[in-house]
């Protein structure tokens, strides 16, 4: 069961001018399950995204580049569009590994829909999840196009957020509604992921689309930021996958004037409105992470900069010991005060460390706190949200990364995923 994590509810999700969604069922993997999913965006619409690091990314992740490199505008960022149509979305198969003819399989299903709509292939980015190495069955996606079609509409989120579903438990989606410039503007986000979840994007597919105006200039950077904040900070199991995919969406169709940089008043608005849906679909992921039965926010203060923060608390975040020792309810925490040492800082002084369990002090000076009590400890460590709280002492930065605990049932999942 997910940690406190509800499914959503549709009407508390906000249509998006421009934006239709349409969902089916293509037999990708499993009969008798929505597993193909096309968004459709009018003219004038802007995308951008943010892709797996991973070096064996996965042929929709190759064409989604590319596509987008060939619709920018003149002088825009690599991975802005002013010219992208569509996405095609397939769970069940990650088309990963899968050479040549993978990248094949993607392009007809890129083609089939681009003839469907009247557009050129390279106006469809194509996304995939699902079993790594095995062939893409596009002939099926493209079978179950014109039903997707038939179906789109723009109130589709939830049907979409449960489609794009693999080894989730439920559809992660949220909304959020602001004013800019007296004008109301609508946001509205997608994302699954439950395992295979690591910074520099995870086994997601997150999609978030809003109708406020953005200068296609300003598109990527707005990208990067909310993913640099929210789905970056987020890590299961330390497994980064081959299909990562983050995409925002500007409809442009909001009646205000377009926000041109994120530094403007209207821009921190939209930022911060649109990174609060961001982050609660991150937070999502780990909350229904495989097995989960707990949220840790990590949080790491006192650091020189913010990237040794970072290195610090996923150190912790991903050492095997202390998950297990969460799940378990152990107040082990000398395993956390050994991940902060083997986490790379290399001048750092472990007696200017200090430790909190939520406001539990745990450590000082890099030791047992004489006043702490381990059944404070284990209190805490019984509780479904759990905040760890660092500092290191050496400076005024700080971090967070989110996290969960490590179970039986992550394995159980994982040794019989593909059964």
Known sequence: MPVNLNTPVASQLKAIAGVRIGITEAGVRKANRKDLTVIMLDEGATVAGVFTQNRFCAAPVQICREHLLLNQNQNQPQTTSAGIRAMVINTGNANAGTGEDGLSRARSTCTALAQRMGVTATQILPFSTGVIMETLPSERIIAGLDAAIADAKEDN?????????????????????????????????????????????????????????????????????????????????????????????????????????????????????MLEVAQQLAHAIVRDGEGATKF????????????????????????????????????????????????????????????????????????????????????????????????????????????????????????????
């Not at 509205?188 to 994007?201: D, E, L, Q, V, Y």
């Not at 929210?230 to 996958?241: A, K, P, W």
């Not at 050492?319 to 001048?347: C, E, M, Q």
């Open 157 to 273: 989120w939830l049907n979409a957020a449960q489609a794009i579903m693999t080894t989730d438990t439920v559809p992660k989606a949220f909304s959020k509604q602001i004013q800019i410039a007296g004008a109301t503007v609508n946001i509205t986000g997608i994302s699954k992921g439950a395992g295979m979840i690591r910074p520099n994007m995870a086994t997601m597919l997150g999609f978030m689309a809003t109708d406020a105006c953005i200068a296609p200039a300003v598109m990527q950077q707005l990208a990067t930021e909310l993913a640099q904040q929210s789905f970056n900070c987020i890590t299961v199991d330390g497994d980064t996958s081959t299909n990562d995919s983050f995409v925002v969406i500007a409809s442009n169709k909001a009646k205000h004037p377009a926000v041109q940089s994120l530094a403007s008043q209207d821009g921190q608005i939209l930022k911060a409105a």
């Open 296 to 419: 840790i926010s990590i949080k790491v203060n006192g650091g020189k900069t913010n990237e040794e923060c970072r290195q610090v608390a996923y150190a912790i975040a991903h050492s095997p010991l202390v998950k297990t020792a969460f799940f378990a309810s152990d107040p082990n925490l000398g395993r956390i005060l050994a991940a902060v040492g083997y986490a790379g800082i290399d001048d750092l002084d472990q007696t200017k460390i200090e430790l909190f369990l939520d406001n539990v002090h745990v450590a000082t000076q890099g030791g047992r706190n004489p006043s702490y009590q381990e059944a404070d400890g284990q209190a805490v460590m019984k509780q479904s949200d759990i905040t760890v709280r660092i500092d290191l002492g050496r400076d005024a930065c700080t971090q967070t990364v989110w996290t969960c605990d490590l179970s039986e049932e992550y394995v159980k999942i994982n040794a019989d995923y593909r059964s």
